[in-house]
């Protein structure tokens, strides 16, 4: 494993930078971070309405839980849950609900 690969990611949302380390959802490092995110299911991948589309770099296989809460077009369009993405490589991503973040860019630190 490269010293790289063990550094957190940092995600740029609004002015703000987010820490997002190995093993944590998208979801998990902006609410840590004080940042909302809108959820009705606490991030436990049942309720859909932290849905983000991954504008740049490869899209991450959906999880069982975004087979089921996203449509296929969506899911071919890069839609994914924020709770269900869990530290990736970098990449950007725009949230598709009303009332949450508009733009996280994710980034080696």
Not at 34 to 60: D, H, I, N, W, Y
Not at 85 to 98: I, Y
Request: contains cysteine.
């Amino acid at each position: 494993m490269s010293p790289s690969s063990k550094l957190p990611i940092c995600v740029h949302v609004e002015g703000h930078a987010v820490p997002w380390h190995k093993g944590d959802t998208l979801f998990a490092a902006l609410m840590g971070a004080g940042l909302p995110v809108q959820s009705a299911c606490s991030g436990r991948g049942q309720c859909g309405l932290c849905m983000v589309r991954v504008t740049e770099a490869p899209v991450p296989e959906p999880t069982a839980a975004e087979k089921q809460l996203i449509d296929g077009r969506r899911l071919q369009q890069g839609a994914r849950l924020a709770c269900c993405l869990v530290h990736p490589k970098p990449f950007v991503v725009r949230f598709l609900s009303q009332g949450t973040l508009p733009i996280a860019a994710a980034k080696h630190l």
